[in-house]
């Protein structure tokens, strides 16, 4: 499941910083983290170190964007907890997908756009309980951003 701890939280980990210094080639390979990449920054996994984006050509891994390099980092991590503030709201069913695949805690200090659906269940550490659905997660969520 996924837990969400909004506001200042002391040893977080900076997503897109912990990447560059830890990530493993083979990650890429994964086509989940595939997935992720084609759909956030619109970039594709070559091969190696090569991902070839639509506006800048062929790049390393580590030109990718924050958001992407935070979600690969949570879901290759999730014993860490990681500030996804750099996640925007186009990682969000992200966030949510690999919450359904394992458990994970990230950071936020605003309030990310989730779908707008009943389905929506996630953990607020800062309350304590699951959330059920948008309207449940924006009332208390504002309450911390």
Known sequence: MLHIVFGDLENVNHG????KANYSPEWLKAP????MILDVDKSRYVDGLVIDSPVFGPIPPERLSGGVMTLIMIYEKPDLVFNATSCGGNCAKWLLK???MKDVTVN???LMPF??????????ENEGRIVHGYR????TAIKYV
Do not use: A, H, M
Not at 115 to 124: C, G, M, P, V
Not at 136 to 139: H, V
């Open 136 to 139: 449940d997660y924006l009332c």
């Open 108 to 110: 936020l200090r605003y």
């Open 32 to 35: 989940f983290v595939q997935e």
């Open 98 to 100: 690999i919450g359904s």
């Open 115 to 124: 779908e707008k659906t009943e389905s929506l269940e996630l953990f607020i």
């Open 16 to 19: 897109p910083s912990w990447f």
